[in-house]
Nanobody, 123 residues
Framework: QVQLVESGGGLVQAGGSLRLSCAAS????????MGWFRQAPGKEREFVAA????????FYAGSVKGRFTISRDNAKNTMYLQMNSLKPEDTAVYYCAATGGIISTRVYDFEYWGQGTQVTVSS
């Protein structure tokens, strides 16, 4: 098993930046493909970005491509999401997730989830 804890959320003005972190403990972090998802009030959880075990493959949702960057540091057991040019529609609870399977963009492919961190972007 792996335990995931997100941090770095907060309130930011439109056009600003935030960097989210996801700290992992438990089984070896480097054995998992990782992802970021988000959920706004009244909406379904949606894919944001994913990264494979050795960082040579990444995927992004179209709505964040060019603004967000996913990365990981296996030596630190941590994954990151750098979010630039934030928009009010990016407001959501952001979750990190881990899968022992292949890299994926689908919620149901991820076995382990963090508790989420709130990101609020004001206009």
């Amino acid at each position: 098993q792996v335990q995931l804890v997100e941090s770095g959320g907060g309130l930011v003005q439109a056009g600003g930046s935030l960097r989210l972190s996801c700290a992992a403990s438990g089984r070896t972090f480097s054995t998992y493909n990782m992802g970021w998802f988000r959920q706004a009030p009244g909406k379904e959880r949606e894919f944001v970005a994913a990264i494979n075990r050795n960082s040579d493959t990444t995927f992004y949702a179209g709505s964040v491509k060019g603004r967000f960057t996913i990365s990981r540091d296996n030596a630190k057991n941590t994954m990151y999401l750098q979010m630039n040019s934030l928009k009010p529609e990016d407001t959501a609870v952001y979750y990190c997730a881990a899968t022992g399977g292949i890299i994926s963009t689908r919620v149901y492919d991820f076995e382990y989830w963090g508790q989420g961190t709130q990101v609020t972007v004001s206009s």
